[in-house]
């Protein structure tokens, strides 16, 4: 039996919500949500920090405009209240 790398974990605070990482797609997000049965997600970063939170109206949004695509990552998009990123 080989012995096996520890896996890093987010901080308990981030581990006690639902929670994607920046990178993932706008449709994962949505599947995570639609699993977690939950109307928000915290994003986390690379590190496991939390970096923001997402809700289920935002995507929705975002996923009805013209800017849409289904490649479009978490980290591409807007905060709430700024100019979108060309």
């Known amino acids: 039996m080989t012995p096996t790398q520890p896996r890093t974990q987010p ?10 990482w920046a990178d993932m797609t706008v449709e ?12 928000r997600l915290a994003i986390l970063d690379a590190d496991g ?6 809700t289920r109206a935002q995507l929705a949004g ?8 289904d490649q479009v ?3 591409e998009l807007a905060p709430a209240g700024t100019t979108p990123r060309p």
Request: without cysteine.
């Open 73 to 75: 990552r978490l980290s």
């Open 62 to 69: 975002f996923r009805a405009s013209a800017a849409y695509t």
């Open 49 to 54: 920090r939390r970096t923001g939170l997402v």
């Open 28 to 39: 994962v997000a949505l599947a995570v949500m639609s699993g977690a049965r939950t109307a």
């Open 11 to 20: 901080s308990t605070q981030a581990t006690a919500e639902p929670h994607v």
